[in-house]
């Protein structure tokens, strides 16, 4: 099974960016598609964002749209969540998660937690008023 890392989190001000990683083991990373979630204190599991296996399709939850970009390096078994303009409401632990199977794209998907596999430890990102 894939082992995943995410590492960039901190503590930032309303207004402010992070850029978070996540960083898999394993030779099959390019064949699978990669989300991330997070979750806030208090509250379920929400997906963010989706990159297909080869990062040439994108999917954001639409309260991230405009503000946050979701990249891929199979070259370096890495995914990427570029937050701009963070807000406080985007306070929570980031997690990110590999397709439960390969080569899948990202349309017809509900994006539920259980259409993933393997699950990093998460990273907190807090953003200040």
């Known amino acids: 099974q894939v082992q995943l890392v995410e590492s960039g989190g901190g503590l930032v001000q309303a207004g402010g960016s992070l850029r978070l990683s996540c960083a898999a083991s394993?030779?099959?990373?390019?064949?699978?598609?990669m989300g991330w979630f997070r979750q806030a204190p208090g509250k379920a599991r929400e997906f963010v964002a989706l990159?297909?296996?080869?990062?040439?399709?994108?999917y954001y939850t639409d309260s991230v749209k405009g503000r946050f970009t979701i990249s891929r390096d199979n070259a370096k078994n890495t995914v990427y969540l570029q937050m701009n303009s963070l807000k406080p409401e985007d306070t929570a632990v980031y997690y990110c998660?590999?397709?439960?199977?390969?080569?899948?794209?990202?349309?017809?998907?509900?994006?539920?937690?259980?259409?993933?596999?393997?699950w990093g430890q998460g990273t907190q990102v807090t953003v200040s008023s």
């Open positions: 394993g030779s099959s990373f390019s064949r699978y598609s």
């Open positions: 990159i297909n296996w080869s990062g040439e399709s994108t």
């Open positions: 998660a590999t397709d439960r199977g390969p080569l899948r794209g990202v349309g017809g998907r509900t994006n539920a937690a259980y259409e993933f596999g393997s």
